[in-house]
């Protein structure tokens, strides 16, 4: 009766809050009309109750029936149990849930650290070598001028790998950058507060700062202090094999800059202006990162529209590049995100009228390529009453989510179209679970912050692979994510705190799915790329997310 079984019964893995809502999933059809609570140690069953109606999900074949044990608020460790079905999981309920996961995913970043040994006091035994030294970087033909010929080097050291391939990407930095900063801005005394045991803990500084300023200091180095214009990326010309960072030494390149590159390096340079120099040790950076927004805004004023175009560039220029492309035609909406944080930190009104003509267009989900719902996050915290039209706009979005929870069959926000599944989905559910905290914070209604952690739930195993989707969390989390460090590192449980891409139904990476219906296209195999990557830009919000919600039980 005792035995754990899991896979027909989905929950939240890591836990629910003791104040918060509490659901369960039986992903099969059943006869059973309840589920009862039990509790791990004892084996009391502290809670029964009803399970809803079976309904059939809208995004694959799968049968579901619902638990709600909200109103079940002990503390300790826990099981779902099912009559005919089983037990589900072990999870927690507490009223700091999920400090460790929300540290977990944080230290992720640190793990992505390109140019420094990770030490063991900080790696465990994830410790390794530097990786790539960056120090000697070719001036690609593509990005070649007066001051900076083709095959000149310059040093680009440091910064976080983006993903499972060790190549760096402005784009891709750009809306991470502004996740992990609006973090700090919505809960600075939270962020100040908390600590991941990273290298620069106890230096007076934020972490989650000292992990940030990591990588912006590699991305003040991808300027061109010559006309200010930023280069696209830093790259090999092809994926490195499957070793760990610092093994390959083939040549690294500055590829052409571009403007959306640009933009995204204004405004995280803007943003980080201003969060800077609230410290004295941080001022003279500070100072640094907004002369380089002005310097980079003009560039792009003058280059309104550079776009990078991979398969462009390669008829021209040798050699050909074939990494992670990040190419972007539609530039108006890094315009609005850089303008605004330039806006906000310089207080120039001016900035105001280029970003006011977009006010009255709908708000969207955050994504690398589409970050005006960034600068639309930004103008909310600091002008919360402002702009009413942007106001409704974004509460347009939130209430959307909000709807979409009571009829979707794991009754999360994640969900309300089938086009959220796709590369890098559980990108989508944590950038979802952003928009929700901040409508909460804006509004100071609950039903945003449960909607935030029915996303939350999601993520961490009430969806329909029954994955908690963050390695080393919860009982099934992936094992082979597509990370070559992991993979490459011999030591069996993959590097932790790093969430996978998710169900994805397009399945670009050709490996073998055993479901493929939206809402379960997912494998944990190595080949799988399309599914199982892990990436910075997916990291962010489930990092904002999840010391948010944080940071919200303290108050
Ligand atoms: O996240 C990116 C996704 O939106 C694109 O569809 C996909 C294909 O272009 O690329 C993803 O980004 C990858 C990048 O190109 C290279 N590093 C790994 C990234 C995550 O898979």
Redesign the pocket.
């Known amino acids: 009766v005792f035995a754990q079984q899991g896979e027909s019964i989905s929950i939240n893995q890591v836990g629910y809050y003791t104040q918060g809502p509490k659901i369960c999933t039986v992903v099969e059809k059943v006869t059973a009309t309840e589920f009862f609570i039990v509790n791990s140690i004892t084996h009391d069953t502290v809670f029964n109750g009803r399970l809803s109606e079976g309904q059939v999900s809208k995004h694959s074949s799968l049968h579901t029936k619902t638990g709600d044990f909200s109103r079940l608020q002990g503390e300790g460790r826990f099981y779902v149990y099912v009559p005919g079905v089983g037990n589900s999981y072990l999870f927690n309920i507490g009223p700091r849930v999920l400090a460790p996961a929300a540290v977990s995913v944080l230290k992720g970043f640190y793990y992505q650290r390109v140019s420094i040994p990770l030490d063991s006091p900080f790696a465990g035994k994830w410790a390794r070598k530097a990786g790539h030294p960056d120090d000697k970087v070719q001036i690609h033909p593509s990005a070649a001028s007066a001051e900076r010929p083709a095959g000149s080097t310059f040093s680009s050291s440091g910064g976080w790998y983006?993903?499972?391939?060790y190549?760096k990407?402005i784009v891709?930095s750009g809306i991470t950058m502004g996740t992990l900063f609006n973090l700090y801005e919505d809960f600075p005394f939270y962020s100040s507060a908390t600590q991941y045991n990273i290298p620069e803990s106890f230096n007076g500084i934020p972490d989650v700062l000292d992990e940030a300023i990591y990588n912006l200091r590699w991305m003040l180095t991808m300027q061109d202090p010559n006309d200010g214009g930023v280069y696209h990326k830093l790259t090999n010309a092809s994926?490195d094999g499957t070793v760990m960072p610092g093994v390959t030494t083939l040549p690294r390149y500055f590829v052409q800059k571009s403007t959306a590159a640009t933009l995204d390096f204004v405004a995280v340079t803007a943003q980080a202006a201003r969060i800077l120099s609230k410290y004295a040790s941080l001022k003279a950076l500070g100072d640094s990162c907004l002369h380089a927004a002005l310097f980079a805004y003009e560039w792009a004023e003058m280059h309104p529209n550079q776009v990078y175009n991979q398969d462009q560039m390669n008829q021209q220029y040798q050699p050909t590049i074939s990494?992670?492309?990040?190419?972007d035609q539609h530039l108006e909406d890094e315009r609005f995100w850089a303008t605004a944080e330039l806006l906000i930190t310089t207080q120039h009104e001016r900035y105001l009228e280029v970003i006011q003509q977009q006010f009255d267009q709908a708000v969207t989900i955050p994504?690398?390529?589409n970050v005006r719902t960034m600068g639309v996050l930004s103008i909310l915290r600091y002008y919360p009453q402002r702009f009413k039209q942007l106001n409704k706009k974004f509460f347009a979005l939130a209430d959307q989510y909000v709807s979409g929870v009571p009829g979707n069959a794991f009754r999360t926000a994640m969900g309300l179209s089938t086009k959220e599944f796709?590369?890098?989905s559980n990108?989508n559910a944590a950038n979802q679970g952003m928009i929700l905290v901040a409508a909460y914070q804006l509004s100071g209604k609950q039903a945003y912050l449960d909607a935030a952690l029915s996303n939350i739930d999601y993520l961490l195993g009430r969806n329909a692979t029954g994955y908690c989707f963050v390695t080393g969390l919860g009982t099934k989390s992936p094992q082979h994510p597509?990370h070559r460090p992991s993979q490459a590192d011999g030591i069996d449980a993959p590097v932790p705190g790093l969430l996978v891409?998710g169900p994805n139904p397009?399945m670009?990476d050709k490996c073998s799915y055993t479901f493929t219906e939206p809402e379960r296209a997912y494998t944990d195999q190595w080949c799988s790329?399309?599914s199982n990557?892990?990436?910075i830009?997916?990291n962010a919000p489930i990092v904002y997310l999840l010391n948010a919600v944080e940071a919200l039980q303290g108050k």
């Not at 990494?323 to 190419?327: E, N, P, V």
């Open positions: 983006d993903a499972g391939d190549n990407y891709n994926f990494t992670g492309a990040y190419g994504t690398w390529s796709n590369w890098g990108s597509h891409g397009g670009q790329y399309a990557e892990i990436a830009n997916w």
